[in-house]
């Protein structure tokens, strides 16, 4: 149960981040907002793997983190990196 209220808190914390910074980035445009949050999506994936397992030493196959059946919604923290910016553009339009 714990996972999955960080997970949640998490997916809060990249929101209001995404929020905050949103007057500095300028993304004034719905593209803009996707190719950011692929961006970061991509920066997200590419420290977390490597650092899992060269730094920390886990195997490939102990990804579990990823197993959404087995409780592990880590995999929402990587949509809200995705689509943060673009959730916060349209909050701040409406």
């Not at 949640?8 to 910074?21: E, T």
């Not at 983190?65 to 409406?94: C, E, H, K, S």
Request: glycine share 6%.
């Amino acid at each position: 149960m714990g996972h999955i209220a960080s997970t949640l808190l998490l997916c809060a914390f990249v929101f209001a981040v995404a929020w905050l910074l949103m007057p500095w980035i300028a993304a004034c445009h719905l593209a803009d907002a996707w190719k950011l949050g692929v961006l970061w999506l991509a920066l997200t994936l590419g420290f977390e793997f490597p650092v899992g397992q060269y730094i920390v030493r886990n195997s490939w196959g102990t990804l579990t983190d990823y197993n959404v059946p087995q409780g592990r919604i880590w995999v929402f923290v990587l949509i809200m990196t995705l689509i943060a910016l673009r959730l916060a553009l349209a909050a701040a339009r409406i």
